[in-house]
């Protein structure tokens, strides 16, 4: 699991492969959002899920949010060199103003 | 779209230095955030502002100052940089949830 000022967890996979990340979170949340970060390059949102939905898809991504655990998953199937980021989940502080980012995980995906 | 502008790209300071980032969003966001990236860590947040004139401290705010002059401008600064310091410092600003982020201002302190 990832969070706040942890270090990156790594992972490295073939191209093809599918992949999940997880993410524990400390307090209640509203949303958790799952943001992409290539190298050089400011993170970028992915997917977002509300407290209220179980599983959220967009193309080869799906979400999974497990409020009564504080956990979140991210799964990337067929997975592309392109792939290749660092991954981190947000939850909000229940008010919306500013988000609370989790610690990473490095994503290597092997061509 | 619109896009998030952050310069310097690179900044180089002394030990016990002022440095300035600044950061310049035209997607007509109210809320704006500035985050600090350690290698191999996440993001923490430094300061935020909900609209201009405001600021809200983050987590790590001690030895930061900013400001918003203006809703589309959003500074920060290290107010005495530490010697060896090295760390990427990331701008955003947020409408219905979603963070859009700048590239990011890469500091090193010899």
């Known amino acids: 699991s990832q969070w706040g000022e942890e270090n990156l967890q790594a992972l490295s996979i073939q191209e093809g492969e599918d992949v999940t990340m997880n993410c524990s979170y400390k307090?209640?949340?509203?949303?958790v959002q799952w943001y992409r970060q290539k190298s050089g390059k400011g993170p970028a949102q992915l997917i977002l899920?509300?407290?209220?939905?179980r599983e959220k898809r967009s193309g080869r991504l799906r979400a999974t949010l497990d409020t009564s655990s504080q956990s979140s998953s991210l799964s990337i199937t067929g997975t592309l060199a392109t792939d290749t980021a660092v991954y981190f989940c947000?939850?909000?502080?229940?008010?919306?103003?500013?988000?609370?980012f989790g610690g990473g995980t490095r994503l290597t995906v092997r061509p | 779209g619109g896009i998030i502008t952050q310069t310097p790209k690179f900044l180089i300071g002394q030990e016990g230095q002022k440095l300035t980032l600044k950061c310049q969003q035209n997607?007509?966001?109210?809320?704006m955030y500035w985050y600090r990236q350690d290698s191999g860590k996440g993001l923490r947040l430094i300061y935020y502002?909900?609209?201009?004139?405001?600021?809200q401290k983050g987590d790590l705010s001690e030895g930061y100052d900013a400001s918003r002059e203006k809703k589309s401008s959003f500074s920060l600064t290290v107010t005495s940089a530490q010697k060896n310091e090295m760390a990427v410092f990331l701008c955003?600003?947020?409408?219905?949830?979603?963070?859009?982020f700048g590239p990011g201002t890469r500091l090193l302190v010899l």
């Open positions: 947000a939850t909000d502080d229940n008010a919306g103003a500013k988000l609370t």
């Open positions: 955003a600003s947020t409408h219905q949830d979603t963070q859009y």
């Open positions: 307090t209640y949340t509203t949303v």
């Open positions: 502002s909900i609209t201009e004139n405001d600021l």
């Open positions: 899920i509300r407290s209220n939905e």
């Open positions: 997607f007509n966001h109210d809320t």
